[in-house]
């Protein structure tokens, strides 16, 4: 195991959150969680369409 990814999972919290779920996004904004970054068309519904993604990490 690497040890630099252990220690680094003890004291950040990280998720993932489809950009348009606006009230989870201030939920987690709430909860001290900021975003980091886009990962664009990083989820793909059943439909075939895709959906951008914010990266979101907030430290324990």
Sequence with gaps: MDTSCFFEILWRKKLEVVTENRRA??????????????????????????????WMMRKL
């Design 25 to 54: 996004i201030s939920l987690y904004q709430k909860m001290g969680f900021r975003i980091c970054g886009t990962l664009p068309d990083n989820m793909k519904y059943k439909d075939g369409t895709y959906a951008d993604v914010y």
